[in-house]
Every structure is written in structure tokens, then in C-alpha cells.
């Protein structure tokens, strides 16, 4: 079964950081590019970041601007999502998904791997 494996998420308070590490199982990840998306309660799934399978960044949140950064270890096959400045706002799970070709989109539905998501709470 192909799917991701998300990890790092969890409490902090606004203003400190986490980093969200994704990594594939069953596959791995040269070829896709690879996208994180954040759902909050009651609100729809929305892309926040990806980097295609040669590096190349979008954005997909002007919310995050500044804030976070997506990197991606290829010998590893894993992929990063630094999250700095948390404000309650981003709490929400968190999603990596893996998009069948080797540039970015911010569609959801055209990603076909996804992990079971990682909870990001902001809170004093």
C-alpha cells in the first residue's frame, strides 16, 4: 500500500516553531512533487506549500509568507515543513501528498498519495 507517513506535529505556543517531516512508504518519492495542505475544523482542505521533485517552490497560503519554508531531502526521501512565528490561526492537521508528476499544483485532487495527517495546535 502506497501512502505517506507524516510526523511532528503537536502543542506549542504562538510564536514558537515545529518542523513536519514526510516521508513515503512503499515508494519513494523521486519523480513526485510534493505538497502539504492544512485542514482546520469545519473549513475545506487547502494547499500551504510544495516543492516539485527538482526543488522549485509554491505557495500556495499568503498567510504562511515568511513563516514557512518546505525543503526536501532527496538521499533521505523525505520531506520538510519548517514552521515558524505559529499563530493560533494555523491550527489545523496537517497533510503531505504526493502529486504524480514532478511540478507543484494546488489542486487537492490531483495528488494521489496522502498520509493520515499530523495535528498542529497553536495555543497559550
Known amino acids: 500500500q502506497l501512502q505517506l507517513v507524516e510526523s511532528g506535529g503537536g502543542l506549542v505556543q504562538p510564536g514558537g516553531s515545529l518542523r513536519l517531516s514526510c516521508a513515503p512508504s512503499g515508494f519513494t518519492l523521486d519523480g513526485y512533487a510534493i505538497g502539504w495542505f492544512r485542514q482546520a475544523p469545519g473549513k475545506e482542505r487547502e494547499g500551504v506549500l510544495c516543492?516539485?521533485?527538482?526543488?522549485?517552490?509554491?505557495n500556495y497560503a499568503d498567510s504562511v509568507k515568511g513563516r514557512f519554508t518546505i525543503s526536501r531531502d532527496n538521499p533521505k526521501s523525505t520531506v520538510y515543513l519548517q514552521m515558524n512565528s505559529l499563530k493560533p490561526e494555523d491550527t489545523a492537521v496537517y497533510y503531505c501528498?504526493?502529486?504524480?508528476?514532478?511540478?507543484?499544483?494546488?489542486?487537492?485532487?490531483?495528488?494521489?498519495?496522502w498520509g493520515q495527517g499530523t495535528q498542529v495546535t497553536v495555543s497559550s
Open positions: 501528498a504526493a502529486h504524480p508528476e514532478p511540478y507543484c499544483s494546488g489542486h487537492v485532487n490531483e495528488y494521489a498519495y
Open positions: 516543492i516539485s521533485s527538482g526543488g522549485v517552490k509554491a
